[in-house]
């Protein structure tokens, strides 16, 4: 992978926090920050597919109902929507 430069500006107190975080990990200052963002980046897919798993549990008999259409499905949905959140923590 192609590297770019990338000119930050931080104060001195992070600045020598950084250094010594990647010294302590035995790493340069740059790969230290690259892996912080790569694992920053990694947090917030993760976070975006969990609220979207709960998202789906939480309306599937909506969207059954929607596109199934069934009377299984309809009865779900409105069970749902009479205690939505029954049987969930």
């Known amino acids: 992978m192609a590297k770019t ?6 104060d001195e107190g992070t600045a020598r926090a950084a250094r010594e975080r990647a010294l302590a990990r ?5 790969r230290y920050i690259e892996e912080l963002v ?3 980046t990694g947090e ?10 709960d ?10 109902e929607e596109f ?6 309809r009865a779900r949905a ?3 929507r ?6 969930r923590p």
């Open 26 to 30: 035995g790493m340069s200052v740059n």
């Open 44 to 53: 917030a897919g993760r976070a975006f597919v969990e609220a979207a798993a």
């Open 55 to 64: 998202f789906m549990k939480q309306y599937e008999a909506v969207f059954a």
């Open 78 to 80: 409105r069970k749902d």
């Open 68 to 73: 199934d259409g069934g009377p299984a499905a």
């Open 38 to 40: 790569r694992q920053d």
């Open 5 to 10: 430069q990338l000119n930050v500006r931080v």
């Open 82 to 87: 009479e205690d939505p959140h029954e049987g």
